[in-house]
RNA sequence: GGGUGAUUAGCUCAGCUGGUUAGAGCACCGCCCUUACAAGGCGGGGGUCAUAAGUUCGAAUCUUAUAUUACCCA
C-alpha cells in the first residue's frame, strides 16, 4: 500500500467494478413459489429525481450520502434492497434552459414551434442528462441504475394519464376558470408553491374617487394604481359610521366611463388607511372572492404579457402594466385626483423561476379537488402509519394539509405531459387515454374533429406517482409487490409540500398504501458563514470540486462567470480568494461523504467548513496508515484464522480482550443509531473508536506484544510467545475487518480497498462472487458476550499508569525518548498482579526503563507522582525534577481535589439529597468521595514530603 | 401577525427519558521527524451552557417569560 492515502487511485476503479457486476441490484423472482426475495426483508428508498440536466449541488451530495449510507446498511443487513434512480423533466426549469439557448440564436420557441421544440429539448436531454447521473457515480452512490427511471419514460407517462382519467372520472380533476397566478414572462399559470412573496420597497398611493351624484368622494389607497381600470367596485366596512350612508351609492369611476358601486363588507378593516378598499376581482385574490360574494363584473384588463388589453380605455391599450401605471398616476395627478403618495413595504409575488412578478389573472385552468385526497393523506400520519423524523415536521404537515386549496395542475408550457383531454369544435370536453380511447369510448367517428388540450400537466403531478410509477404501476409487477410501500423517504423540508404530500396523497388513493412509511427530513447545507449557498451571491460549492480539488484561478472563475449581477463579481472574487488562498485540495469522496455523515444531526443546518472535511480526509488517512501497520504485521504470518476454535493455544493479551469488547460496544452504538437515523453519532462513534482506541491504544499496545524485544516475565518459552503473537495478529485483522465493515456504508470506497487486502488474513473466502466485495458482507453484530468487564477496567488501569507517567514526563520537559525508573508504593494485590502481566506493555508505552516495588517502609527519594486508584508511581527526580515546580503541581492538583470534595460534601450534607436521591446515585456519590479523599489524603502526603526536605 | 427551530470553548458542533468539577474536532500553547501515519505523536490552556424566574434533593437538560437569530406560513 501506499504511504499516503490518495483517494484518486482507487474510487472511480471501484465504482465500475461494483456498476458492472451487478452490486446494486436486488434480486427479484417472479416465481409464486418466491424464495430468496420472499424470505428476506426488502428495504427500498426513491432517490428525489433530480433534474435530468441539472447538475449535483451540494443539497444533492448531503442527500444521497443519507440515503446510500442507509441503502448500504441494510443491502449488508441482509435485507433485499433497492434504491431506485431516476431524473425528473422539471417541466418549467428545463424549458427554460432550452429557450434561452434559442434566443441566443436570436430566435423563440414559437418560431420554432412546439413538435421542433420538444425534439430540441429530448435532444438537449440526451446531451446533458447523463451530467448528473454520472456525478451521483462519483458520489459511490449505489442506486440500481438498470432499473434508472425518467419521469417522461412510456411507462411513467402511462401512470400520468391513468391517474388523471381516473381523477377526471371520478370528478377529483375538473376544469375551471379561476383566478390563478399568473407568470407574464413564461405565460403560464403557476401554484401557489411556486409564488415566493417577498417584502420590496413600493407606494402606496391615495386616490379620489368622486360620487356619482357629485355629493361627496371617498379617497382609496392602494399599492398598484393600474388596477383601478378593472376596478368594479369600492367596499367599506357594514359598520364604518363614516360611510354608512354612501352604502348603496355608486362611483364615476376616473378615467374611464363606468359607474361602480359602494358595497358594504366585513372584509374591511376600517383601521387600515382610509377604511375604504378598490375592489378589482379580475386581479386580486381576496378581490375575487368578494367579488363572488357580491356578484360583482370581473373585468380583465391585462394580456397574457401583463399589458393592458381592450377592455380598458383605448389610451392605454398596449401598454405594460408599469408604463400604464406612470400613465394613469400623472393623469389622475392631472385631474387633481391623487390625494398622496407613501412609502410603503409590501410584500411582492414573483415567479421561483423567471423571477416576474406574478399576476392574479383569470384563466381556464385544470383543477385536483384535493379535499378529499387530503383527508385519508392526514390520517395517515396521525395514526403513524407514516413517521416523520424528526417527529416535529408532523405539525408543518398538518397545519398545510388542514389549510390546502385545488391543486391547480396545467402549465401553458410545452415540456411536460401534455393533458390527455380533447375537445371537439362545441368545445365539450372527453379525457382518455389517447385520442383513439377517446373516440371509441364515446363513440366519435373520424368526422368529428378532435383538438387535445395544449397544456401540459405541473411537474409534480408526475413527481407525485414516482413511488409507484417507478415501480411498474399501473402494471402488476413484481418489483411492486417486493418494494412498495418504500421504507424511507429522504428528503430537504423545502418540498414536504411540493411532493412529500402529494405523494402521500396519490398513493393512498391509487395503491390503497402509503408510498413509504417514514420520512427523514434533514436540514440545508449552508457555507460557512452560515448563507445558503447561491449562484448570485457567488458562495456554491460543488461537491465534485471537494472530491478532485480545484485551483483558485478555476475556482474565481467559476464563481464568477455568467452572473446575474455582473457588478458582485468584484466582491465574490475578493471573498473566493480569502476564503481558499490555495483553491480546494482534493479530499476524495469518502472524506465528503463522512463529513456530511458526522454533521447530519436531525433538524438542523449545516454549516460547510472546510475544516471539517480536511480533518476527515486526514482521519481516511489515519486509517489507511493503521491498515498498513497492520498488513506489515500480519501478512506472511498466521493470523490465526478460524479464531480460538482452530486455534486454542492463542494467547489473548489484555490489549486484545478490551479491544474485542470495546468493538462490541462501538458496533452496538453505530448500530443503535443508524436505525434511529442518527448518522452523526455512528459516524462519531467510528470516527473515536478509530482513532482514539484502536490506533492511539490497540496498535501502540500491539507493538508490545509483536516487536522481536523480549521480557523476563511474559516471554517464556518461545512457543508460548508465537501463542500470544497469534492472538494479537488474530485481533488486529479481526478488528480491522470489522471495522472497515462498520464503516463501509459511510465511506464505501476505502473500505473496499483495504478490505480486500484484509479479507484474506481474516479467513474470509472470496470463491463465490457475493464475497468477492465487502459491500455484499454481513455488517457486524455487536455480541455482548465478547464484552469482557474486567478487561474494560483492568484497560483503565494500564490506561491511567501510563497517562500518569506521561503528563509527569511532558510536565517537566523530559524528553520523549528518556527511558524512565519508575518506583511503586502502596498497591494493591490486583496492581501487582496487573503489573505482572502487563509490564511489556506499560514500559514500552510510557517509555520505561524499569518498574520496581517499594515497601511501605522503604526509602523513598525525592519523586514526583501520579496516582492510579491508592497506587502511587514515583519517578525519582534526581536531575529530573525541580522541587519548586512539583510543588506547584502538586497544589494545583490538591486544590482540585478539596473543590471537588466540597461540593460532594455538600451534596451528601444536604438531608432532601441523601432521603430523597435513588440509592445508587447516593452510593455513586460516596464512593466519590472517598475516592477523592483517599486521592487527597495521598497528594497532601506527597506534598509533606517535599517540604521536609 | 401565526408557527417551528436555534442560542453550550475563539470557530463548527455533540450532550438520549434531569444524577461526574459540561465533551469532541478545528484553532491556540509546549515538547517530539519514536521504523503505520508530521494529513502524525504526547501533554496542556480555554466555557458562571443567551437572560430571568420557577419545578426539584439535584437543571445545559423540564416549565414560563424575555432577548437575539434563522426558517416556514399569512
Known amino acids: 500500500m501506499e504511504k499516503i492515502y490518495n483517494p484518486h487511485a482507487i474510487e472511480q476503479r471501484w465504482y465500475e467494478t461494483w456498476e458492472s457486476n451487478g452490486y446494486f ?13 420472499q424470505k428476506k426483508d426488502s428495504y427500498c428508498i426513491m432517490i428525489p429525481p433530480p433534474n435530468v440536466t441539472g447538475r449535483l449541488h451540494m443539497g444533492h451530495a448531503f442527500q444521497d450520502t443519507i440515503m446510500d449510507t442507509l441503502i448500504r446498511y441494510h443491502r449488508m443487513k441482509g435485507d433485499n434492497t433497492l434504491w431506485q434512480p431516476g431524473t425528473d423533466h422539471a417541466g418549467i426549469a428545463t424549458q427554460m434552459v432550452v429557450e434561452r439557448l434559442i434566443n441566443s440564436e436570436g430566435k423563440t420557441r414559437h418560431d420554432v414551434g412546439r413538435d421542433a421544440f420538444i425534439d430540441k429539448i429530448w435532444d438537449w436531454k440526451k446531451e446533458s442528462g447523463s451530467t448528473i447521473t454520472k456525478q451521483l457515480r462519483r458520489m459511490g452512490a449505489s442506486l440500481d441504475w438498470q432499473r434508472e427511471r425518467f419521469t417522461m419514460d412510456d411507462g411513467l407517462s402511462e401512470a400520468v394519464k391513468e391517474v388523471f382519467v381516473q381523477l377526471y372520472e371520478e370528478d377529483l380533476i375538473y376544469r375551471g376558470k379561476r383566478l390563478v397566478n399568473w407568470d407574464p414572462v413564461l405565460h403560464t399559470a403557476v401554484s401557489d408553491l411556486e409564488v415566493i412573496s417577498e417584502e420590496e420597497n413600493g407606494h402606496f398611493w391615495h386616490m379620489r374617487y368622486p360620487l356619482s351624484d ?46 361602480i358601486p359602494i358595497i358594504a363588507d366585513d372584509y374591511v378593516d376600517p383601521e387600515f388607511g382610509t377604511g375604504c378598499v378598490k375592489i378589482t376581482p379580475a386581479h386580486d385574490f381576496n ?14 384588463i391585462f394580456t397574457v404579457d401583463a399589458a393592458i388589453n381592450d377592455n380598458a380605455p383605448e389610451k392605454y391599450q398596449g401598454m405594460d402594466r408599469y408604463a400604464a401605471r406612470k400613465a394613469i398616476i400623472k393623469d389622475l395627478q392631472q385631474s387633481g385626483l391623487l390625494e398622496k403618495i407613501e412609502d410603503h413595504r409590501l410584500m411582492v409575488p414573483r415567479g421561483d423561476r423567471s423571477g416576474a412578478v406574478i399576476e392574479p389573472y383569470l384563466t381556464d385552468q385544470w383543477y385536483v379537488k384535493i379535499a378529499p385526497l387530503a383527508e385519508p393523506a392526514i390520517k ?8 416523520f423524523v424528526p417527529d416535529n415536521w408532523k405539525n408543518t404537515y398538518f397545519e398545510w394539509m388542514n389549510n390546502i386549496e385545488d391543486w391547480c395542475i396545467s402549465r401553458q408550457i410545452w415540456w411536460g405531459h401534455r393533458i390527455p383531454a380533447w375537445y371537439d369544435e362545441d368545445g365539450k370536453i372527453y379525457v382518455g387515454h389517447d385520442e383513439k380511447a377517446v373516440r371509441s369510448k364515446h363513440q366519435l367517428d373520424d368526422s368529428i374533429k378532435l ?12 413527481s407525485a406517482l414516482w413511488p409507484f410509477s417507478t415501480l411498474g404501476w399501473p402494471e402488476k409487477t413484481p418489483e411492486f409487490d417486493t418494494f412498495y410501500p418504500t421504507n424511507v423517504l429522504v428528503t430537504g423540508f423545502d418540498i414536504i409540500f411540493f411532493w412529500v404530500a402529494r405523494m402521500i396523497m396519490m398513493g ?19 457555507d460557512s458563514h452560515g448563507q445558503k449557498m447561491s449562484k448570485s451571491k457567488g458562495n456554491v460549492l460543488d461537491p465534485i470540486d471537494l472530491i478532485d480539488g480545484i485551483e483558485l484561478e478555476t475556482l474565481v472563475e467559476k464563481r464568477t462567470k455568467g452572473m446575474m449581477q455582473p457588478q458582485m463579481a468584484k466582491k465574490i472574487e475578493k471573498v473566493t480568494r480569502k476564503d481558499f488562498k490555495d483553491g480546494i485540495p482534493s479530499f476524495g469522496t469518502d472524506a465528503l461523504r463522512f463529513t456530511f455523515a458526522i454533521q447530519a444531526t ?12 480536511e480533518g476527515y480526509r486526514n482521519f481516511c488517512n489515519k486509517l489507511w496508515n493503521a491498515s498498513r501497520y497492520v498488513l506489515m504485521n500480519t501478512e506472511g504470518h498466521d493470523c490465526g484464522i478460524g479464531g480460538k476454535e482452530k486455534h486454542t493455544d492463542m494467547i489473548f493479551s489484555l490489549a486484545d480482550k478490551w479491544i474485542i469488547s470495546r468493538l462490541q460496544e462501538t458496533k452496538k452504538q ?24 484502536y490506533c492511539d491504544w490497540y496498535l501502540e499496545l500491539s507493538k508490545s506484544v509483536l516487536s522481536s524485544e523480549s521480557d523476563d516475565s511474559t516471554s517464556g518459552e518461545a512457543g508460548l510467545r508465537e501463542a500470544q503473537q497469534q492472538g494479537t495478529r488474530y485481533t488486529l485483522v479481526h478488528v480491522l475487518e470489522n471495522l472497515l465493515r462498520i464503516t463501509h456504508p459511510i465511506m464505501p470506497y476505502i473500505t473496499e480497498e483495504i478490505w480486500q487486502r484484509v479479507a484474506p488474513l481474516a479467513g474470509i473466502k472470496q470463491d463465490s462472487s457475493r464475497q468477492e466485495t465487502i459491500m455484499l458482507q454481513p455488517y457486524p453484530v455487536p455480541d455482548t458476550n465478547k464484552i469482557d468487564q474486567s478487561a474494560l477496567v483492568e484497560m483503565n488501569w494500564l490506561q491511567q499508569f501510563i497517562l500518569g507517567v506521561r503528563q509527569i514526563r511532558s510536565g517537566y520537559d523530559i524528553k520523549p525518548g528518556k527511558l524512565l525508573t519508575v518506583l511503586l508504593q502502596n498497591g494493591s494485590a490486583a496492581d501487582k498482579e496487573r503489573l505482572l502481566t502487563n509490564k511489556l506493555m506499560l514500559k514500552k508505552l510510557a517509555r520505561l526503563e524499569s518498574i520496581k516495588w517499594l515497601e511501605k517502609t522503604d526509602e523513598v527519594p525525592e519523586s514526583s507522582t501520579a496516582l492510579v486508584g491508592e497506587m502511587q508511581i514515583l519517578i525519582p527526580m534526581a536531575g529530573l525534577i525541580d522541587i519548586d515546580a512539583e510543588r506547584e503541581r502538586l497544589n494545583k492538583e490538591i486544590d482540585n481535589n478539596q473543590g471537588f470534595i466540597k461540593s460532594l460534601e455538600g451534596k451528601l450534607a444536604n438531608e432532601n439529597f441523601v432521603s430523597r436521591a435513588p440509592e445508587n446515585v447516593v452510593a455513586m456519590e460516596r464512593q466519590k468521595l472517598s475516592d477523592a479523599q483517599s486521592k487527597l489524603k495521598n497528594l497532601t502526603e506527597q506534598l509533606e514530603k517535599l517540604k521536609t526536605l
Open 25 to 37: 441490484s436486488p434480486e427479484l423472482t417472479n416465481d409464486t413459489a418466491k424464495t430468496v426475495s
Open 380 to 387: 395517515a400520519v396521525e395514526n403513524g402509519d407514516i413517521r
Open 451 to 462: 383538438r387535445q388540450d395544449d397544456d401540459v400537466l405541473d411537474t409534480w403531478f408526475s
Open 287 to 300: 378581490d375575487y372572492e368578494m367579488g363572488k360574494r357580491h356578484d360583482l363584473a370581473i373585468i380583465n
Open 508 to 526: 393512498l388513493k391509487f395503491t390503497g398504501k402509503v408510498p413509504f412509511t417514514e420520512v427523514y427530513v434533514h436540514g440545508l447545507v449552508r
Open 214 to 259: 357629485g355629493s361627496s368622494s371617498l379617497i382609496v389607497a392602494t399599492t398598484r394604481p393600474e388596477t383601478m381600470l378593472g376596478d368594479t367596485a369600492v367596499a367599506v366596512h357594514p359598520e364604518d359610521e363614516r360611510y354608512k350612508s354612501m352604502i348603496g351609492k355608486t362611483i364615476k369611476l376616473p378615467l374611464t366611463d363606468r359607474e
Open 670 to 693: 453505530v448500530t443503535d443509531s443508524l436505525n434511529t437515523y442518527r448518522l452523526d453519532l455512528a459516524a462519531q462513534a467510528i470516527y473515536e473508536f478509530t482513532w482514539n482506541e
Open 602 to 613: 436531525t433538524g438542523r443546518d449545516i454549516k460547510f467548513d472546510m475544516g471539517r472535511i
